[in-house]
């Protein structure tokens, strides 16, 4: 009898193929559409409804029956929540990151489980080396679009029954399986950004959340040159939406945010996109996700504070409050509420929430 696997159909390519080529080798596919946000359903901003007909479109065309499954009160309490309150104590979180800790591979794969399935499987650009007596989390074949750094906090053992169908392709690959397939996907514009927000400009977006708190803006040296509309509105290393312009003697030249007082409700910032205030060597962390077994040589480990980062080399060093990573090389804008995510080579060794 043929594995029974559940797949995550988002209605993009990626998860579209991932499907048909577990249809193809044989396994027993059913798609599931999760619909984790509904405050916007209806509105240009949010895509669900065209979502889900896209993904109805792809099973129709696989021939395999496509499901519906309503996450949207668990995604508004464990994720967007927390990502409120992460803002309002002046932390810059990464909703994406939880969503699939607490959806994705929580809420899902135990729908799964509790229904029958023998997997899940999802269209995320990683890769699962089946190893005892638990999985490795790998990077994905296509580097590029590696995605380990959002499932570094997973739980490690639902690694030993998930598929990552597109993980040893390019993403080339995945849309020419999809256009020989015939499937409306094909050639659709890849998702980007935070789900729930969709195209619309961040500060827009929260100002139905969280209310204007106006504070001071100062430069380096601590004068006053002008005002914002609330510090959760910015991040570290920021530029764009500052307002900031024609301050007497200033250069011409952007502005950067170097630093939060969350207390004060205060920014500093800075010209200088290489300004030495934008740096820093060491951050911490209280608590990291291991997703191997045994915790490997700690100073022979890489690790990156943001997705698109190349991986740094530094050293973990265990304290009595957490754990404490040093970079060799200084790091622009460590961010608060990011997460850093640790390797050995192409194994995704498990990250922590930035301090």
Same mark, same amino acid.
């Given at each position: 009898m043929a594995n029974k696997v559940l797949v995550g159909v988002s209605g993009g390519v990626d998860s579209s193929v991932s499907a048909a080529i577990l249809k193809d080798k044989g396994f027993e596919v059913t798609g599931a559409f999760m619909k984790n946000w509904e405050d916007d359903d209806g509105t240009?901003?949010?895509?669900?409804?065209?979502?889900?007909?896209?993904?109805?479109?792809?099973?129709?065309?696989?021939?395999?029956?496509?499901?519906?499954?309503?996450?949207?009160?668990?995604?508004?309490?464990?994720?967007?929540?927390?990502?409120?309150?992460?803002?309002?104590?002046?932390k810059t979180p990464n909703p994406d990151i939880f969503c699939n800790k607490f959806i994705k591979f929580d809420a899902f794969y135990d729908y799964a489980i509790e229904n029958n399935f023998d997997q899940i499987a999802t269209g995320h650009?990683?890769?699962?080396? &089946?190893?005892?007596?638990?999985? =490795? %989390?790998? $990077? !994905?074949?296509?580097?590029?679009k590696d995605q380990t750094y959002f499932l570094n906090d997973i739980n490690k053992e639902v690694l030993n029954k998930c598929l990552f169908p597109i993980g040893d392709i390019e993403k080339s690959q995945v849309r020419e399986i999809a256009k020989s397939r015939d499937l409306v996907t094909y050639d659709k514009k890849d998702s980007t950004g935070i789900c729930f927000i969709g195209e619309r400009p961040f500060p827009e977006f929260l100002s139905n959340y969280l209310p204007i708190k106006k504070g001071d803006i100062y430069d380096e040296n601590q004068n006053l040159i002008g005002e914002h509309n609330g510090v959760y509105f910015y991040t570290l290393g920021q530029r764009q939406g500052l307002g900031i312009g024609g301050i007497k003697g200033s250069l011409e030249q952007p502005w950067y945010v170097a630093a939060k007082d969350n207390q004060k409700n205060s920014l500093t910032v800075? &010209?200088?996109?290489?300004?030495? =205030? %934008?740096? $820093? !060597?060491?951050?911490?962390?209280?608590?990291?996700?291991?997703?191997?077994?045994?915790?490997?040589?700690?100073?022979?480990?890489?690790?990156?504070?943001?997705?698109?980062?190349?991986?740094?080399?530094?050293t973990l060093q265990e304290t009595a409050s957490g754990w404490s990573v040093?970079?060799?090389?200084?790091?622009r804008a460590i961010t608060p509420g990011q997460s850093v995510v640790l390797y050995s080579g192409d194994i995704c060794l498990g990250g922590g929430e930035i301090e």
């Open positions: 240009p901003y949010c895509s669900v409804k065209e979502d889900f007909f896209d993904a109805a479109r792809v099973c129709d065309k696989l021939g395999i029956e496509l499901i519906q499954l309503n996450f949207a009160k668990e995604y508004k309490k464990k994720v967007f929540e927390y990502f409120l309150d992460s803002l309002k104590n002046g650009y990683c890769q699962v080396e &089946q190893k005892e007596p638990s999985c =490795l %989390l790998k $990077k !994905s074949h296509d580097q590029s800075v &010209q200088d996109n290489n300004h030495p =205030l %934008l740096f $820093k !060597s060491e951050l911490t962390v209280k608590k990291i996700n291991w997703l191997v077994e045994t915790i490997p040589n700690l100073k022979n480990i890489t690790a990156k504070i943001r997705y698109r980062q190349k991986e740094q080399a530094c040093k970079f060799d090389i200084p790091q």
